[in-house]
């Protein structure tokens, strides 16, 4: 007697093909990234953290990684008291821009645990400092290209001889005037459209490069300025994005220069999201001010400290 196939059967293996073609196409190259945080264990004897300052909470150790990726160090060491959290730093950790490795290990006869935390920060920021330093060692050949090409702004004498609220409209503008939008589908860690590289040498970028770019230029020029990430509404949905904050005329405001670039046809820019205060920026943004007022008080003290 034949059996009769049942009709179930190729439904069944179209779901298994649909299942395989999902984690190919979308759930592989996700664990192929980075995380903004990766952790290694090491032998607590590997490090001398015994001459390491020490934390006990996370309040305590915000402003220990403030600093330090302030002043752009490339590596830090610190020791974390019983019981040590790793969640709770990764949450720490993920307060800030930049991409965080670290390791730790724990010491079995304190129960202290150390962490060895190396950093790497966007180009913006490293191209930024090393022109601010003159020390240009350690920049890739992108981001030296990149340095000459905003030189070419900054050292113009028309930008020179501008008033510093000038020099921020001229910024504002020339990543407008620069830059397509362009969302990319790099699965890099860090891809090139998401700096101001690829505004700089490409002439195109996420919100991201543009947050990156203005960032850039905007220390270069003697400005105040961070970086700020949250969610925005884009006209049909809410998605995650970056923005500036910005100190000018002893004042701190908003600019985002992605959505000031996203005009209508015929239009190269526009200044609504350009300078405004976060009631007007929160009509469409969210993001953490209260994180966000917290890191700018610290940040402004390690800078008048240095300064000083």
């Not at 049909?236 to 005329?249: F, G, Q, R």
Request: net charge negative.
């Amino acid at each position: 007697m034949k059996r009769k196939r049942s009709k179930r059967f190729p439904i069944i293996i179209l779901l298994v093909i649909l299942l395989l073609a999902v984690f190919w196409f979308v759930v592989y190259p996700k664990l192929q990234q980075p995380s903004p945080v990766d952790l290694f264990p090491i032998q607590f004897e590997e490090v001398a953290f015994e001459t390491t300052p020490m934390f006990s909470s996370q309040d305590s150790l915000f402003p220990h990684i403030a600093a330090e990726t302030h002043l752009q160090k490339n590596q830090t060491a610190f020791r974390l008291s019983p019981p040590a959290d790793m969640d709770t730093l990764k949450e720490t950790l993920l307060s800030f821009t930049g991409l965080f490795e670290y390791a730790y290990g724990a010491n079995p006869e304190t129960g202290e645990v150390g962490v060895l935390l190396n950093i790497t920060y966007t180009p913006g920021e490293r191209i930024a400092r090393a022109y601010l330093t003159g020390n240009t060692y350690g920049l890739s050949a992108e981001e030296t290209k990149a340095l000459s090409e905003a030189k070419k702004l900054i050292g113009s004498k028309e930008f020179v001889s501008a008033s510093i609220e000038d020099k921020e409209r001229r910024i504002h503008d020339y990543i407008c005037e620069k830059t397509t939008y362009y969302r990319g589908d790099d699965s890099a860690a860090v891809a090139r459209h998401e700096t101001a590289l690829g505004i700089m040498l490409d002439g195109r970028g996420n919100c991201m490069a543009y947050t990156d770019a203005f960032l850039m230029l905007c220390k270069m020029a003697g400005f105040r300025v961070y970086a700020v990430g949250g969610t925005a509404f884009g006209g049909s949905e809410w998605e995650e994005h970056a923005w500036n904050i910005i100190k000018v005329d002893g004042e701190w405001v908003y600019a985002d220069v992605t959505y000031d670039d996203a005009v209508g046809e015929g239009v190269s820019r526009s200044y609504e999201y350009y300078n405004v205060t976060a009631e007007k920026l929160s009509e469409n943004h969210v993001w953490d001010m209260e994180l966000t007022d917290k890191l700018i008080t610290l940040w402004e003290n390690i800078d008048d400290s240095v300064n000083n």
